[in-house]
């Protein structure tokens, strides 16, 4: 095995695409044909979701604020986090905003916690 070279290795290993050389070792990985990968997907997509629609500032001083929210499975509840400008606390700069939100039968409830 030793005199074996490495990149017929790697081709050996992945194979069957259950483990890759990646970055100086080997890690084990889900196969693309896997039916595992349907349970990932929501998951990537909200991640997404939440990149895509945060919102991120710097003010003239250097400071950092950010909002972004993400729904729950029903649309009409959630949870935002805010700080900086965004947020309804006292000292801004210094907390950040968890609001919970919940539009239900049209009644809006609102739960906020500051860190």
Do not use: V
């Amino acid at each position: 095995m030793k005199s074996l070279p490495k990149e017929l290795l790697h081709l050996i290993l992945e194979y069957d695409g259950r483990i890759k050389y990646r970055h100086g070792e080997y890690i084990n990985i889900i196969h693309k044909n896997d039916t595992r990968y349907a349970h990932l997907f929501p998951i990537i997509k909200k991640k997404k979701d939440i990149i895509k629609n945060t919102t991120i500032d710097k003010d003239e001083n250097g400071s950092i604020s950010f909002y972004f929210e993400l729904q729950f499975s029903k649309w009409y509840f959630g949870l935002c986090y805010a700080s900086g400008g965004w947020s309804t606390a006292e000292h801004q700069e210094d907390n950040i905003e968890i609001c919970y939100f919940n539009f239900k039968n049209n009644k809006i409830i609102q739960k906020r916690t500051y860190i």
